[in-house]
Every structure is written in structure tokens, then in C-alpha cells.
């Protein structure tokens, strides 16, 4: 557990004391969104159900379209054509300050003349909220986000990690039905990331706010989100749980996308799903070892096929060293059996998803 863990006490407080996040039903759903910028198809039939109190995230390379579709569901947006629905109701052209959500940007935005208090607090005070009830609040959500104490500071004398809090703490100010988060770790470097995410998936479980959140990390998304959607050029190409699209691609786009692959007889495969062995059987592919890179506990071996492609297994110490694997060596390797390898050409349609036009 990290140190900015929420204590259970202070969350259980938010929930069912000041009755800070909503229950009830906060599904978010998205039918046929369309979206241009000039000539640019940025969002392309975007069909999508978001269940309520869940964390989903928004998975794709620079580019595909994710901000943009977090800001249409938020109202930064407005789209070209389809539909939001938040909690059963039309909000596609309702303002974003009337849709009771929490807005983390991509871009960190602080009021850097503001105190953290009074960034903390901004939205309830625009709101005309009673002064005694937003400081309250906002002395709570500090607590919760781990900056008890740091209501005088200024932005600028926060670390990365804690400016972040404190933008997730401001989100959560105006009773959110949903919170929005755009790539909000984007920028810490990996610890704090992965400690942050730990953070984040507990805050979201305990508090049921339904949660989107923005990422181009594959990890982040297989750790933290209940569903994934994989987007790519304005298209969700997958919808699923993280074991769902890790385990079972739609296609070559989100096997890549989701973790190394090798490629074996012009199938991709994941390189830890590739089985090795010193006697050919049925009918692995014959290649010659060309480097063993031990990385703890498990061990890369880069191999090289009769046609001079390269390929990579990686296979666990305790294998290597049964194989007695040396460079130069003459071996056989195969697919594993338990995953089905994805041919390339093969574009199944993305389960999980309406059936969309072509
Ligand atoms: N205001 C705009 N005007 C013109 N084009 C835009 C605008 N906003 C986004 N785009 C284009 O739309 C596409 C999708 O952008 P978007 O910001 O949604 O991508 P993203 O998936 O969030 O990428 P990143 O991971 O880099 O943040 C990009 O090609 C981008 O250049
Ligand atoms: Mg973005």
C-alpha cells in the first residue's frame, strides 16, 4: 500500500456522509458519434456503453481519437452526429457545466495564482455554494487525496504527483455523477504513476463514481480498468475486459497495440505463448538461438528462422536453463497451444459492441 492511500474512514465519509459522490445509475452511453475537424474524420461511429459505477478506459496510440471523445462526453466537444447519454439522459448538446461531471485534463491546468484551496473549491464557489460547506468540502477532499495540510500552497510548490491529486480532488468538488480523467498521470515518471493508479483504482472502487479514464499505456489500462476500448483512427476496434482483448484480439491492431507479438509462419503471436525445443516436433519452425537475455525472472531468446526473420520468445529462467539454451544452437519452436494466434488479415468485429455501419 502506498502512502497516499485514502484511509476506508475518509471514503466511507465521502459516500455516506456528505453524500459527496452520487449513487444510483451513472451508465454513459454513446450511440453513432461523429465528429470532424475540417476535412478530418477524428471520432467515426462510435458506439459505446460505460456501466455505471465502472472504470473504463480509453486505450489507443496518439492521435486515435481519445481526448476527443472524453471532451464530447464531458460537452468540450460538440459532435457532428449521434448521441450522449449520462444516467439515462440526452446531454449531447447540454453544457458542459450542467452535466454534473469532474474533468481532469491531458494538459495539467491549475490556477497557479490560486491556492490549493481555493483551486480545490473553484467549481462549488462559481456554483455559489455556502463558504462554511466549500471549505468543508474541500478540507475532506484534500484529506482523501492524501494533501491534508497543504490548503495554503500554491501550485507551483507541489510535486507532480501531488498537483495531480489536487487536480483529481478539484474534479471531485463539484459532486460528479462521472469523472472524466484525460491521461491524468501522463506525465509522472513510473513509480508515482504506478502508485497513483493503485490510488485511483481504490478511490474508484470504494466511491462507485463511473469512471473514464484516458490512457495510451497499455499496462495502465490492463491494471486498473474493468473494460477496455481500443481505439484507433476514430474506431473502437475492441470493447472488453482487459483479459478479454489481451486473450482474445479482434485483430492484428489490438494484439500489437496490447503487448509485444512475434511472428511465427506469418501469424502474430505473443513472444510468452511461443514453446521451444531441442527435438522437432509436430511442426515447429526450425531457427537458430542468437542471444539469451536473462531479465530475472524471465528470459528473452531472440531467434532468427531459415528466412532470416527475427523473432523473440520469452520464456521463464527455469525453462532456460532445463533447455541449456546457448547461442548458436539449433532449436524448434511452435506455438503454444492455449491461445489462438491471430492471422493478420483476419478482422473479427469487436465484440461487446452494437453492430456498427461500415
Ligand atoms: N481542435 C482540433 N482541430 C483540428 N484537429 C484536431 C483538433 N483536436 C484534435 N484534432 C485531431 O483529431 C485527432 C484525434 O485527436 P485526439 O486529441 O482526440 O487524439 P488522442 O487520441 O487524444 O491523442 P494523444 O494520445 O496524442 O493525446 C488528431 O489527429 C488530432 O490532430
Ligand atoms: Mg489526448
Redesign the pocket.
Known amino acids: 500500500m502506498t502512502d497516499i492511500a485514502p484511509s476506508a474512514d475518509a471514503l466511507h465519509a465521502l459516500v455516506e456522509g456528505s453524500g459527496a459522490i452520487n449513487v444510483g445509475s451513472h451508465a454513459i452511453e454513446v450511440h453513432g458519434l461523429e ?1 470532424h ?2 476535412d ?1 474524420h ?2 467515426r461511429d462510435i458506439n459505446l456503453t460505460i456501466p455505471s459505477g465502472s472504470l473504463t478506459a ?1 486505450l ?12 464530447a462526453i464531458a460537452g468540450l ?1 460538440v459532435p457532428d452526429g449521434g448521441t450522449v447519454i449520462i444516467g439515462g439522459s440526452d446531454v449531447t448538446y447540454v453544457p458542459p457545466q450542467e452535466r454534473e461531471i469532474g474533468f481532469v485534463f ?1 494538459h495539467y491546468a491549475a490556477f497557479k495564482h490560486m491556492t490549493v484551496r481555493d483551486n480545490v473549491g473553484f467549481g462549488p464557489s462559481i456554483r455559489k455554494q455556502p463558504k462554511a460547506e466549500i471549505a468543508k468540502r474541500v478540507d475532506e477532499l484534500l484529506e482523501i487525496v492524501g494533501l491534508g495540510g497543504y490548503q495554503e500552497r500554491y501550485p507551483s510548490q507541489l510535486s507532480g504527483g501531488q498537483r495531480q491529486r489536487m487536480a483529481l480532488a478539484r474534479a471531485l468538488a463539484v459532486h460528479p455523477k462521472v469523472l472524466l480523467l ?2 491524468p498521470f501522463g506525465a509522472l515518471d513510473a513509480k508515482v504513476r504506478d502508485d497513483l493508479r493503485q490510488w485511483l483504482r481504490q478511490l474508484q472502487s470504494e466511491t462507485g463514481v463511473t469512471t473514464v479514464l ?1 490512457t ?1 499505456d497499455q499496462e495502465e489500462a490492463l491494471d486498473v480498468a474493468d473494460h477496455i476500448a481500443v ?1 484507433n483512427e ?1 474506431r473502437i476496434e475492441q470493447w472488453g475486459s482487459p483479459r478479454e482483448v489481451y486473450e482474445t484480439p479482434a485483430n492484428t491492431f489490438v494484439m500489437s497495440f496490447l503487448g509485444p507479438t512475434a511472428k511465427l509462419r506469418g501469424e502474430l503471436v505473443r513472444p510468452h505463448d511461443l514453446v521451444l525445443s531441442k527435438r522437432q516436433i509436430d511442426d515447429a519452425v526450425p531457427v537458430t538461438v542468437e542471444r539469451v537475455v536473462h531479465l530475472g525472472f524471465e528470459v528473452r531468446v531472440e531467434l532468427r528462422d531459415g528466412e532470416s526473420t527475427d523473432l523473440s520468445a520469452q520464456i521463464t529462467r527455469g525453462e532456460a536453463s532445463r533447455l541449456e539454451l546457448a547461442v548458436g544452437d539449433q532449436i524448434y519452436v511452435r506455438p503454444g497451444l492455449h491461445v489462438d494466434p491471430v492471422a493478420p488479415d483476419s478482422a473479427q468485429p469487436a465484440p461487446g459492441l452494437e453492430k456498427t455501419s461500415a
Open positions: 465528429k475537424y475540417g478530418y477524428a471520432l480509453l489507443g496510440p496518439s492521435g486515435s481519437g481519445k481526448s476527443t471523445l472524453l471532451r466537444e491531458q484525460d491521461e484516458v495510451h481505439l476514430g
